[in-house]
């Protein structure tokens, strides 16, 4: 694809695509330009360099999220239903959780939920700042909430690339940690219940109740102030 041809759009996209499969260590111009059929020169024409396309990359998936109704009937029910956009958004683009450790992220994207966020929130009742504060709290919740499958994510690919069998090499190392578990009597009676799966294993549900105590406990302060 020759230079004028190439847009930042078109690059954009490809990036995202890139980043979903090979993660953020897989994402270098080379190989960008590769699928863009063009040479990496030119995608430097319309991005400074990788950080800049992986901030544009995660500005983009931030369109995906569907925003509620700014004055739903019962905004808990609404911010947990956003919440739950958003962490659907980081399990489709886990490089994105792991981005944040490097990267400061903006955009129209990040904007648009930010401030319907807030909207949300001001609706309910929240002054401005109290708002910014609500939403700092669930996002932070929802970011941690990813990141165990964006950690088992990479963790996968990079096990991959070495050659090895990533449930060989998982099955391992939770015999190992079981085995350390089994010393501590809390985590020894979970091992032995019948319906145990693995150590490693999460109850479900866990993203939504822990969205709903953190919002009653958010709104029980509103109360009070």
Sequence with gaps: MARDTLTREQIVRTAVDLLDEEGLEGLNMRSLGKRLGSAAT??????????????????????????????PADWRTAAVALAVELHAMFGRHPWLVQAFGSHL??????????DHTLALYER??????????VAAAVFTYVLGNALGD???TSLNRR???DGKDPDEAFGETMAKASEVAGAFPRLRA???????ADYAGAPGQTLEL???ALLTGLEAELVRT
């Design 124 to 133: 309910a009742g929240f002054a401005p700042a109290a708002a910014d504060a």
């Design 159 to 161: 096990l991959t690339r």
């Design 42 to 71: 030119a995608v430097y024409w319309h991005v400074k360099n990788k950080d800049d396309l992986v901030v544009l990359a995660g500005d983009h998936v931030w369109h995906e999220i569907d925003l509620p109704d700014r004055e």
């Design 150 to 152: 964006a950690a088992m």
């Design 105 to 114: 992220f903006y955009g129209p994207g990040k904007a648009r939920f930010d």
């Design 190 to 196: 979970r091992l032995e219940e019948p319906s145990a």
């Design 210 to 212: 822990g969205l709903r």
